[in-house]
Structure formats: C-alpha cells, structure tokens
C-alpha cells in the first residue's frame, strides 16, 4: 500500500512569506503528527491531528499552524517565515491517535533565504 | 526542547562487526521506538517497544527495553555496508497530552568500512 506522501519534496522561500506543506496518510491512518528535523534541535514535535482536531502541541511559535481534513490529509503552515525555519520538515502517520509506530513520509526540505 | 541521551554519537566499523548503542533519559516512557533515517529520506521504523524489561529482534537488529523505563538499547549483529545510516531513539509517554508526541535521541551515525 502506499506509504507517507509529503509534497512538496523541496521548497525555496524569502524571509517575511508563508509557505504551505501538504501531506497524506496511508489509507486508513487518522492521526497525523508533523516534525521538524535540523541540525541543531535534531527532531522537534510539532503538532498531531486526529480526525481534524488538533490534540497536542509542541513548543513552536504561532507561526506554525495546521489542519487536518476529513480525509485525514494535513498541511501545515507557516507564517512570516525566518531563516531559522530552514529544516526538513517530516509527516508521520499512524492507525489511532497516540499511535506507536508512526510511519514517516520523505519530509519536505524548505529553505529560507 | 528536550531530547533523549542517545549514545554514542557517532560509530566507524568493520563490516561484520556487532553494534551497540543505547538511549537514556531522566524520564519515564511507556513505548520506546527505533528508527533508520537514510540520507534525504524520513525515519523508518525498525524496532517497537511497549513493555518494561521486553526484548525484540527483528533480523539482525535486537532492541530491549528498559526495566526501570529509562533507557531502551539496540544491537546490530553482524553489519553490512547497508547498516549504514543515522539510527534514532524515540520516547512516547502515557497519557493524553502525549499523543502523537514522540521525544528522540540525538542519534547515532552508523558508519561500516568493507
């Protein structure tokens, strides 16, 4: 079955833009959970959905939001972005909110210039 | 944010040769995950944990989670040059306010010479 799809898989922006990440869950999945991965900080929770409502949140500014549809597909979003925002920004998927074994899409890798 | 002591940071062996790395924390966790993250790519899951004192293979790679629910190790026996990768630790506690929410290690980059 098809796995973790994030798109877009690469993104370039300029300081001050927003930027949207997509991401859809294997079939069947209804929890979603974003991470961002970068050097420094290493993998940082972000946020999880569960049947679009949003059930846990990490230490992350209101500049990076989420959704989650009735599909289970999720983006995420942030706002007025900075160059500290330049990560690779990771989907996970599981069958029940607080799942253990998330399953990973790809990531999307933005840059901040 | 807080993250989990995952030791060691770094590894350089011999194809052939066992490995060991472990995971620790000040805090107490109810499932414990092993992750491989190949460059470019996201986490892939290798080894779950759920239980105190629970031992788990999965081909060459064993995992054992820890009885006082602190630490959690993996072994690799036997590596092969496709071993190589960054090796990740996560740590999910109880409750409600953990869902989704996994804490990692800072990982561990697995390197193997022919």
């Known amino acids: 079955k098809a796995g973790v799809t994030q798109t877009p898989r690469y993104l370039i922006k300029t300081r001050g833009q927003q930027v949207t990440l997509s991401c859809s869950p294997i079939?069947?999945?209804?929890?979603v959970s974003w991470y961002q991965q970068t050097p420094g900080q290493g993998l940082q929770f972000l946020f999880e959905y569960f049947s679009e409502t949003q059930r846990n949140k990490g230490n992350f500014p209101g500049r990076f939001s989420g959704r989650q549809f009735s599909n289970s597909r999720s983006e995420m979003n942030v706002s007025t972005l900075e160059l500290g925002d330049s990560a690779l920004y990771l989907c996970a998927s599981s069958l029940e909110t607080g799942g253990h074994g998330y399953t990973f899409g790809s990531g999307t890798r933005l840059t901040v210039v | 944010g807080q993250q989990l002591n995952q030791s060691p940071q770094s590894m350089f062996i011999q194809e052939g040769e066992d490995v060991s790395m472990n995971c620790t924390s000040s805090?107490?966790?109810?499932?414990w995950l092993w992750y491989k993250q190949d460059p470019g790519e996201g986490p892939v899951l290798l080894i779950a944990l759920y239980k105190a004192g629970e031992l788990t293979s999965n081909g060459r790679l064993t995992a054992q989670f820890g009885i006082t629910r602190k630490d959690s190790f993996l072994n690799i026996s036997a590596s092969i040059p496709s071993d190589v990768g960054i090796y990740f630790c996560?740590?999910?506690?109880?409750?409600?306010?953990?869902?989704?929410?996994?804490?990692f290690g800072q990982g561990t980059i697995l390197t193997v010479h022919p």
């Open positions: 079939s069947g999945h209804r929890s």
């Open positions: 996560a740590g999910r506690r109880a409750g409600g306010t953990s869902y989704g929410k996994l804490t």
């Open positions: 805090s107490i966790f109810n499932t």
